[in-house]
């Protein structure tokens, strides 16, 4: 069976960058639309980016777009997220996930994603 894996948490200082990168197993990552989320203690889980399994369509939240960039490498079967300017709000932990793909762009629904990854923690702290 397939399965998503997160790596590339850690802890950052303010303004500082980090890249996490969602690799799969089992199952060809190209041909779903990949999400980001994030969950903080105490708040719900929020949707970060995606992108589109084909020509590779981004959207963005508001509160990342400019500071974040989603892309994919298929051959390594891996979606990355960099994140610079890194404020103390984005600590969570971070997970991807896969949604069939969609005509229109991609989606941050998260009931429309099936496989989650078991997520690792960004803590943005002096």
């Known amino acids: 069976q397939g399965q998503l894996v997160e790596s590339g948490g850690g802890l950052v200082q303010p303004g500082g960058s980090l890249r996490l990168s969602c690799t799969a197993s089992?199952?060809?990552?190209?041909?779903?639309?990949i999400g980001w989320f994030r969950q903080a203690p105490g708040k719900e889980r929020e949707g970060v980016s995606c992108?589109?399994?084909?020509?590779?369509?981004?959207y963005y939240a508001d509160s990342v777009k400019g500071r974040f960039t989603i892309s994919r490498d298929n051959a390594k079967n891996t979606v990355y997220l960099q994140m610079n300017s890194l404020k103390p709000e984005d600590t969570a932990v971070y997970y991807c996930?896969?949604?069939?793909?969609?005509?229109?762009?991609?989606?941050?629904?998260?009931?429309?994603?099936?496989?989650w990854g078991q997520g690792t923690q960004v803590t943005v702290s002096l």
């Open positions: 992108i589109k399994s084909s020509a590779g369509s981004t």
């Open positions: 089992g199952f060809t990552l190209a041909y779903y639309n």
């Open positions: 996930a896969t949604d069939t793909p969609t005509i229109g762009r991609c989606s941050l629904y998260a009931p429309r994603y099936s496989s």
